[in-house]
């Protein structure tokens, strides 16, 4: 994973300077590494650090790293994963919303996804405005 010359993940961003306000923390995980950063962009508009990882394995490490994420967003279907990130998540006790992205039907995922903290199921493609909003609205979630 690349890290820029402060030491932050690639697309990390910090909260402007003599900001009060937290940065929201999310990962997103899918393998089609076009359409992860051009969501991860769509969501740094917004003001949120996103971690990409487009591999599970990324995914699970750093989830077992210790880091911190206030959203998680994975795709269902990645290749090796086995229900594995998700697995990890419950492993890891993140107390946080995950949006599953899933070309298949919604309720084809719902029935392959089995996880107490799943907030959304989304079907792909989804527009930049969805997707911004289901975050906001999964932050909002966290923080009610």
Known sequence: MARDRNGSTEGSR???????RAVSRLMLVDDDDELARAMAASLRRIGVDVTVATTAHDAKDILRSGADFDVVITD???????GGVLGVLQEVDLQSPVIVLTALGAEAAARRVRHEGIFRILRKPISNASLRRVVRDALDAKTA
């Open 14 to 20: 910090a909260a402007p300077s003599g900001s009060t």
């Open 76 to 82: 269902v279907e990645l290749p090796g994963n086995g």
